[in-house]
């Protein structure tokens, strides 16, 4: 319904098309400001080895690909497991086998033309707004792809920052969101020569600048007059905007560290300070649903990925009766654009200076020990204390999806069982080679290699799903874990965790309990210090008995 309102909508030319809507100083700019008409994209991701480490960043990309979505007064117009599976291929790997990626086009020219075949194949299925490629690109590799795939092309850092841009709320996010899409352009100006030969930044030329000294002044080298080149021209309306942000932003921060100031002098009923908890974690853990239902109060939740952009601030009442506030904030990802790091600054300052950090996993996650170690590194990038990384307690959310998988797995094992048995008795009654055959059958349907493989140079595209355009998403955008407990248990470390589901309310009490022992144990810590610095501090100092005696004499 959605589509066809969207797909009339442009039929009727009210909306521009999706390249000539680039912004000279936008972003990658495949964002669609219709939110009820989200961008498609083509995902293209680079083969991992093992599969295991292939299933977890295919989902995450296919994810990503899905959550590009223009938010409307913090709500999205689509539900995301309406949507369908994203076209998508598994390509070659240009760092496999110790190669280096290509420096024009990161990936060898048989994937290249590979990949262009396949998307021409999925457009008969529906449009294809973009490409996005799941690794880091260089300005002229993306550059010389969106040429020869003839469509914008969003690399890992780029997608992610579009991401935040359509997903940012307030007027903070949205600062924040848009220097970090700044930064990134300011590293892209790359030209290129046109559909039409001249020389232009992007494939459509949208951001051609011709100016004085460029084109038309008359001369070159001295001859050539005062003016910039189109280079120099975008960079300084880059800095000008850039420089514009940044004050905005410090105002944003003076405001914060007001507020965290008044919040501090605050005191509760019984007397302590209004201590601030920020709960941290990968993005989709279920930071935002904990926070909800731990304060009873209604925070957004979604599947998309960064479905949370605008750090948020709930009270909570611990169980001793102090009342705390916990801090909902955005959550982290491998890769995380170090652009968004620095521009989030004044966001992120709110967990460096919080009391205490709740880090939310998701135990059911397959690559649950890479979110963790994602988390850590970039909690210790933006400048959170060794102390309170120690202090941090760590919380194992959807332990439900856990016990529902072991149960599946509990099935599936007494499936394999009756199986065995079925197969014992066909091999009584002489049909066990037929199966076999059946079985040799279908690997082989499975590894018919598409009309479009040419088999370049680089090798053949390894998988390829074009055909699921209209699938349903998978129920858990991370992929159920096959050994999610092992990964659990194999995980457990010394600091304090809580296993949880926010989703049912277990552990939720035990993990207010152990946010109030925390935070009694350290003003316990802090006081027991003071009074230790205050009596050195007072103490008079006399000079020793032989001192005076010396002064004296
Ligand atoms: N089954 C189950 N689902 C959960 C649980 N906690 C959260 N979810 C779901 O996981 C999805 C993501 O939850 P969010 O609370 O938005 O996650 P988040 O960490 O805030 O994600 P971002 O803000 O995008 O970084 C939502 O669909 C939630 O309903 C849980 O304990 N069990
Ligand atoms: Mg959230």
Redesign the pocket.
Known sequence: MLRLLSEAVRRRGHLPSLIGRRAALGTAGVRNRDPTDPPRLFVVQPRLRPDSALEPKLNEALCLANSLEEQREGFFATDFFDKGLPPHAVVQNPFARGRVARADTYFGPGTVDNVKCLLNEAETKGDVDAVFVNAILSGVQQRNLERIWGKPVLDRVGLIIEIFNAHAFTKEAKLQAELAALMYKKTRLVRVRGLDGRLAFGVGGEAEVVSARGRGSGGRGFISGAGETELQLQRRRILERRSHLLSQIKEVRRTRALQRAARKRQEGADGLGLATVAVV??????????V?ELSQTD??????????VDPRLRSVILPSGRKVLLS?T??FISDLPVQLVEAFHATLEEVVEADLLVH?L?SSAPNLEDHRSTVLQVLEQIGVSEEKLRDMIEVW?????QDEQEEREEDHLLDAENEEQEADSEVEAGELEDKNIMDDDYQEGNETATECDQGGDDGPIEFTDVSSLGEEMPSDKTGKPSKAADICSSFAREGPHVR?????GVGLQELLELIDEKLTFQEDKSRAEKVVEHGTFYRKWRPPHGDNAAVAA
């Open positions: 974690g990968y993005t989709n853990a279920g930071k935002s649903t904990l909800g925070l957004y939740s979604d599947d998309r990925l960064f479905a949370t909902d955005v959550g939310v998701d959310n959807k332990i439900d999806l949880t589901s926010a989703v049912t």
